[in-house]
């Protein structure tokens, strides 16, 4: 498929990386232009390329950039054509995009974005999965214990696409649902970033408690920090899986 990518963070570069590996046409931008792009994001063929370039021709636009900057892309975003798959990877916290009163209130985070691109559908994956995790524990279809990633789309198509495209990234695709279920993938539930099989994703899904969501990010965010505040300690995937599990779980 022809795929731009918007953002070369952690999860962007892996995107990037695993899915034109895969064999996919990928093109990949970032606000600071493609000459900034470093050479291991474009290791296995993706294409750095300008942000008015990135959504031209393409039948997926994958968003991996910071939650609050979603906004900004609206008007590419409207310029699409209807079939194009949008794909968001991005989460909320209040601690790195200030407070956004609509998502405080309860609104969920996709319907959110979905709002702010005017109404344009989109699908929700690869958010629920870390960085290292996801750069390091893809592995073939059928392996025992393989990673499940969520994935909410209100449209089959969106649905469908986004799932292929995660099963190409190294791990099983789970059908959690439409946008408006997507608050079961966020921040603070327990299939967020615990690194759970499709096996155990339903239970994981279904025991959800969504008033409890910000409380458990919040809590998990401090804790984070606390390890990492003096800069000499690094907490590894594994670290975070435990932390993550016991705190959401």
Not at 76 to 81: D, E, K, T, V, Y
Not at 85 to 92: A, I, K, L
Not at 154 to 172: H, N
Request: net charge negative; hydrophobic share 40%.
């Amino acid at each position: 498929m022809r795929i731009g990518i918007v953002g070369v963070g952690n999860i962007g570069k892996t995107l990037a990386r695993t899915l034109a590996k895969a064999g996919h046409q990928v093109k990949v931008a970032n606000s600071r232009g493609p000459h900034t792009i470093e050479d291991d994001v474009l290791a296995f063929g993706a294409r750095a390329v300008s942000t008015a370039e990135v959504v031209q021709d393409v039948e997926v636009v994958i968003l991996s950039i910071p939650f609050i900057r979603l906004p900004e892309l609206a008007p590419s975003i409207a310029n699409l054509p209807a079939e194009v798959t949008v794909v968001d990877t991005s989460n909320y916290y209040p601690s790195r995009d200030g407070r956004i009163d609509a998502v405080e209130a309860g609104q969920v985070e996709s319907l959110w974005v979905v709002e702010q691109f005017d109404g344009r559908p989109i699908a929700k994956a690869w958010n629920a999965i870390g960085s290292d995790s996801f750069a390091h524990k893809g592995t073939p279809p059928g392996t025992p214990g393989r990673i499940a990633i969520p994935v909410a789309a209100d449209r089959e198509t969106d649905k469908r696409v986004a799932m292929s495209l995660v099963e190409d990234t190294g791990f099983d695709a789970f059908d959690a649902g439409t946008l408006a279920e997507s608050w079961r993938q966020q921040p603070g539930a327990p299939g967020y970033c615990t690194d759970l099989t499709s096996e155990e994703m339903p239970a994981a899904l279904a025991s959800t408690e969504r008033a409890r969501l910000p409380k458990r990010r919040d809590i998990a965010v401090a804790a984070i920090q606390e390890r990492l505040g003096n800069g000499t300690t690094n907490a590894d995937a594994d670290y975070l899986v435990r932390l993550i599990r016991v705190l959401f779980m």
